[in-house]
């Protein structure tokens, strides 16, 4: 229960509160629909920037057919330029929806996502999280003229907000996926005894499939080391152990002679008496 000291305030937020659900299914389709695989219907595609890189990518929007989510809806962007498997999942999704992969995008891939947003497809996707973003994959798709999952006529349920912006992601998500797609092609790489990896795994899959292993420093190179760093697992790189210093053999230094305190008195010289001459002999006291 609210305290007495913001009860009140509370209080009068209420209406915004429950206004703000509105606006929250309709630029995030509400709740974070869990991970799943759902049958669903494309309802719009088109071409945005995102916020921050400025980069281009493909915002898709799908709704939720069936199942406690049914009349959901939830969008992620398909990167264009976000690191090199971008271009490779964007032609692949194009040819899911029916289309052949443009030749020239300048020319061609505005009217092919329009074309795919009238279309309607079904779709079998699965979800995944990254942070509070989606990645979609479709599975399987099917024409909206086709029979539903249940064998019932086709009903397409086009969004009625689906011409409105999609929300923009931000750097982590595409970073994310970056790092994923940069970890996936290092683990496809390496002889991974027992363990398979997939354009499925998410970065924590496939974290969790590489921990097990370790390499030495030696054998990775810098980009290689580098991405273990980024993704956290530097302690899987075994590094030499720093060589200890050799100390340089020292000579040993002869002491200097003490310094005389007093100078040595020169030897004194012999006194030679001089030669008596011979004369009479004195008298001799008693």
Do not use: C
């Not at 809806?73 to 032609?91: C, H, I, Q």
């Not at 797609?181 to 290092?186: K, P, T």
């Not at 970065?203 to 499939?209: I, P």
């Amino acid at each position: 229960m609210a305290t007495t000291q913001f009860k009140k305030q509370l209080a009068s937020l209420n209406g915004t509160w429950k206004k703000a659900k509105d606006k929250q299914d309709e630029m995030f389709g509400g709740a974070m629909i869990p991970e799943a695989t759902y049958m669903a219907q494309l309802t719009s595609a088109k071409l945005v920037l995102t916020k921050q890189s400025q980069k281009l990518a493909i915002s898709r929007t799908f709704l939720i057919l069936e199942g406690d989510f049914e009349g959901k809806t939830l969008s992620d962007l398909m990167g264009l330029s976000f690191n090199e498997y971008s271009p490779v999942y964007a032609r692949r999704w194009i040819e899911q929806m029916g289309y052949a992969a443009p030749e020239d995008l300048s020319e061609e891939l505005e009217n092919i996502l329009d074309a795919i947003t009238k279309d309607a497809r079904y779709a079998k996707i699965k979800v995944k999280h990254s942070g509070t973003y989606y990645n979609i994959d479709v599975l399987e798709a099917s024409a909206a003229t086709d029979s539903d999952p249940e064998g019932d006529p086709a009903d397409p349920q086009i969004d009625s907000n689906a011409d409105e912006e999609a929300p923009e992601t931000d750097e982590a998500s595409e970073g994310d996926a970056a790092l994923t797609a940069a970890l996936l092609e290092f683990a496809t790489s390496q002889d991974l005894d027992g363990v398979e990896v997939s354009d499925e795994d998410t970065l924590d899959s496939l974290k969790g499939k590489l921990a097990d292993f370790q390499w030495q420093d030696g054998e990775l190179t810098s980009e290689e080391a580098e991405l273990l760093t980024k993704v956290g697992l530097v302690e899987n790189i075994i590094r030499p152990e720093p060589l200890a210093l050799k100390k340089s053999p020292t000579k040993a230094v002869p002491a200097k002679p003490a310094t005389a305190v007093a100078k040595a008195a020169p030897a004194a010289k012999a006194v030679t008496a001089a030669p008596v001459k011979p004369g009479k002999a004195g008298p001799k006291k008693k």
